[in-house]
C-alpha cells in the first residue's frame, strides 16, 4: 500500500459558513439543516480573536502547545462550503490582510481546507475561487463508492442521487488537485457492507483515485451476526484487490495507523484533535469543534461554547474539559480488555451531541475486530510479496515514520 498524502500540520480552526446544504445525505449528522450563512463581519471577529490572542484554544503548559507552534489550518464547512464561494473568498482575504498587519507567525504558514459533496464545480464562481487559491486549498470531495450506494445515501433533497452530477466535473477536479493528491473521503453504513469491495474497486478504476479514505460511522448501526458476516467476506475481497494494485493505490481502512490496534494504552489521551479546533457557528458563538456546533445537537438546550465574537474565549476552560475526556476517564471496562483497543475510534462532540455528556461510543466495536483482523492479514501478505517486515516477533507493528514522527506507513 502506497503511503497515505501527507497532511499539513497545524492548528486547525472551522468557520461554519453555511447551515444550509444542497443535499440531504442519509446518515448526516447535522440534524437540523436550514437556510443559514455565517456573516462575514463574524468571521472577521473570530479572525481577529484566534490572530490575537497567543494561546487561543488553552494550550499553554499542557501536552496540546505544540499545536499552536505550527501552521495554521482555515477549515470550512456547511452544509457545503461551496455554496458560497464569495464569502470564503472575503474570508481568506481578511486573514492574510490581518496576518500581514500583527507581523503574525502564521502570515505564510497557512492552508485552507474543504470538504465537499462534488455537485457544485459546475458554478464558475466555485471553479474560481478554487484557481484564485489553488496553492493553499485542499478540497475533498465525498464519494461513498459504487453509483448504487453513493445514490442510495447521497442525494439531492427530491431523494435522486448525486453520482452523474459528480462525474460531469469529475476530470476538471482531478486536473484542478492532480491525479496524485486528489482524495475522497467514503462514508460506509450498513447499507454499505455488501459492495465495500465493489466500491473501492470503482473508487479505484473509476474514478481514478489512488487515496480513498473510507470508515464507518460512529452511530449505532444496529448490525446483526449477518451483517458482521457479510462484512467480512466484503473485507476479505477488499484486501485481496488492494494487493493486487498496493503500488498505487491506499486505502485508510486497512492502513497501519488506522487499521490495526493492540491493547489499551495511551490511557491520558483521547481519540481526536477535539478541544483543540475552534469552530465558528453561524450563531456567533465558538465551540470546541465543529462537531459541537449547534445544528449538530440532538437537543437544542445543548450549547458548549467556549466563547463568542462579542466577548472572545470567555470560557477557554472548556477546551481543557474537552481534552481530559480521555481513555481513562469515559471508556467502559469492556474497552481495556480489548486487544484492538488502542486504534478503535469514537467522536467526543458526537457522543456528546446524543446524551449531552461525555462518553465513549462503543457503536462500531465489532466492526473494528474485523477491520484489525484483515488490516493484519493485508499487511502479513503484503510482506510476503514485498519481502518486507511490517510486524516484529511480539506482533508489534512496525512502522515508516516521516521526520516528525508520524506514522506514514
Known amino acids: ?15 461554519q459558513v ?17 437556510p443559514g450563512d455565517l456573516p462575514f463581519e463574524y468571521a472577521q471577529k473570530f479572525v481577529d480573536i484566534i490572530l490575537e490572542d497567543e494561546d487561543p484554544i488553552n494550550a499553554k503548559g499542557t501536552d496540546s502547545e505544540w499545536i499552536v ?34 507581523g503574525h507567525k502564521w502570515t505564510y504558514r497557512w492552508r485552507a481546507s474543504i470538504s465537499s459533496n462534488g455537485t457544485l464545480f459546475d458554478n464558475s464562481r466555485v471553479r474560481d475561487f478554487m484557481l484564485k487559491y489553488r496553492d493553499n486549498l485542499s478540497v475533498g470531495v465525498s464519494v461513498d463508492g459504487c ?33 496524485e493528491n486528489v482524495a475522497t473521503k467514503a462514508t460506509c453504513n450498513k447499507d454499505a457492507i455488501p459492495v465495500l469491495s465493489k466500491s473501492i474497486k470503482y473508487l479505484h478504476e473509476t474514478l481514478g483515485l489512488q487515496q480513498i479514505h473510507i470508515n464507518f460511522i460512529f452511530e449505532d448501526m444496529h448490525l446483526i451476526a449477518d451483517d458482521l458476516k457479510l462484512l467480512e467476506q466484503e473485507m476479505e475481497k477488499s484486501v485481496a484487490y488492494i494487493l493486487e494494485h498496493r503500488h498505487d493505490l491506499y486505502v485508510s481502512m486497512f492502513s497501519k495507523a488506522f487499521g490495526i490496534g493492540g491493547p489499551a494504552r495511551n490511557l491520558d ?9 475552534p469552530c465558528l457557528s453561524i450563531n456567533g458563538k465558538i465551540y470546541p469543534c465543529f462537531r459541537f456546533s449547534p445544528n449538530t445537537m440532538h437537543s437544542r438546550k445543548l450549547d458548549f461554547y467556549v466563547g463568542d465574537v462579542w466577548h472572545g474565549l470567555n470560557h477557554k476552560e472548556r477546551f481543557e474539559i474537552v481534552r481530559q475526556q480521555t481513555r481513562q476517564k469515559i471508556s467502559p471496562e469492556k474497552c481495556f480488555e480489548c486487544p484492538v483497543e488502542s486504534s478503535c475510534g469514537w467522536c467526543i462532540g458526537g457522543a456528546f451531541a446524543e446524551k449531552g455528556e461525555f462518553h465513549r461510543q462503543t457503536n462500531i466495536c465489532e466492526v473494528h475486530k474485523l477491520q484489525d ?37
Open 147 to 179: 453509483p448504487e450506494i453513493h445514490d442510495k445515501n447521497r442525494i439531492w433533497k427530491d431523494g435522486h442521487g448525486t453520482m452523474k452530477d459528480i462525474l460531469k466535473w469529475w476530470d476538471w477536479y482531478v486536473a484542478w488537485g492532480g491525479r
Open 373 to 409: 483482523k484483515w488490516s493484519r492479514r493485508y499487511w502479513e501478505e503484503y510482506d510476503k510479496l514485498e519481502g518486507t517486515k511490517s510486524f516484529d516477533e511480539n506482533g508489534e507493528v512496525i512502522n515508516i515514520v516521516d521526520e516528525n514522527g508520524k506514522v506514514i506507513l
Open 69 to 102: 507552534k505550527q501552521g495554521l489550518i482555515l477549515d470550512f464547512i456547511g452544509g457545503d462550503a461551496l455554496m458560497v464561494p464569495e464569502l470564503l473568498d472575503k474570508i481568506i482575504q481578511y486573514y492574510i490582510y490581518k496576518a500581514v498587519m500583527l
Open 18 to 34: 453555511t447551515e444550509d446544504c444542497n443535499l440531504r445525505c442519509k446518515y448526516c449528522y447535522e440534524v437540523d439543516k436550514k
Open 269 to 277: 489521551k483521547s481519540w481526536c484533535g477535539s478541544g483543540a479546533m
Open 1 to 15: 500500500m502506497i503511503p497515505s498524502i501527507k497532511e499539513y500540520e497545524g492548528m486547525n480552526i472551522t468557520f
